[in-house]
């Protein structure tokens, strides 16, 4: 009787020890998929979804433009609708950029269509109001969220973060933002970033942005800019560059 008393209790120990593992693995498979962030230089993930422009295959549709998608936690809250309105604000400028915005939440489709309604006839910050042109996206389903690594679990396992991805024309990540769902996103520094990356290029003649640069400022080199064979060829040449202490070399623009 003691023998088959040990036994069940051991059996039971057991299965306790087993439930804890498959918890533990359970949760670790959660947080693991709403935390798969896709890294600069990945192929930016494509998706179908429709939006208040319908029908949307990202990054398809937009062909060789670059392309900004932001995330925001919910419509009719304050902060997303201040950073909605500023967008629209923005709109010929990032169209002289070749740039697509896309605006993704976990809302559905119907809300995403009343929210823009109630924006397009708000005056903000002394402008005049606005029509919104650039699509929101329905993913109530979370599926974008979970492909772009939007929903991050500490904070929220069905509301996006403040999440921003500017792809280029070949479609690959080319700068990852994140920001709290309080804090509102500084569009001119966006827009300042993809004004860099097109202005710092790619391959062999890829230029390199300093810190806090802004349009018409001069750029960096990655290495000494020119040979002697080169010099002697041009001799002004040297003109169009200039260095700071030995590690530092400046092209004019």
């Known amino acids: 009787m003691k023998k088959l008393k040990n036994f069940i209790i051991m059996k039971m120990r057991f299965a306790l020890f087993l439930l804890l593992v498959l918890c533990t693995t359970n949760l670790w498979s959660q947080k693991k998929a709403t935390a798969n962030i896709p890294m600069i230089g990945d192929e930016a993930p494509s ?3 429709e ?32 950073e909605i309105i500023t967008l629209s604000h923005m709109q010929d400028e990032f169209d002289k950029l070749n740039v ?22 708000l005056s903000y910050k ?15 389903r979370l599926t974008i969220s979970k492909a772009y690594g939007m929903l991050h679990m500490p904070v929220s396992t069905t509301k996006d973060v403040r999440g921003v991805f500017i792809i280029n ?15 509102g996103r500084n569009m001119e520094e ?32 990655p290495h000494f800019p020119y040979t002697e064979k080169e010099l002697k060829a041009n001799p002004d040449i040297k003109n169009s560059y200039y260095n700071v202490g030995s590690f530092m070399w400046f092209k004019k623009m």
């Open 47 to 49: 998706f179908t979804a």
């Open 51 to 82: 939006t208040t422009n319908g029908a949307l295959n990202f990054p398809g549709d937009y062909g060789r433009k670059w392309k900004i998608l932001f995330s925001h936690p919910r419509d009719f809250t304050p902060v997303c609708s201040s």
């Open 100 to 121: 697509k915005v896309v605006v993704i939440s976990t809302d559905t489709l119907q809300k995403h269509f009343m929210w823009k309604k109630a924006l397009e006839e």
């Open 126 to 140: 002394d402008k005049a109001p606005v029509s919104i042109n650039f699509p929101l996206v329905d993913d109530n």
């Open 169 to 183: 024309p070949e479609n690959k990540i080319s700068a990852i933002y994140f920001y709290p769902m309080n804090i």
């Open 190 to 221: 966006i827009k300042r970033t993809v004004i860099a990356l097109q202005t710092a290029g790619s391959g062999k003649d890829q230029y390199l942005i300093p810190a806090n640069w802004q349009l018409g400022d001069d750029v960096m080199v």
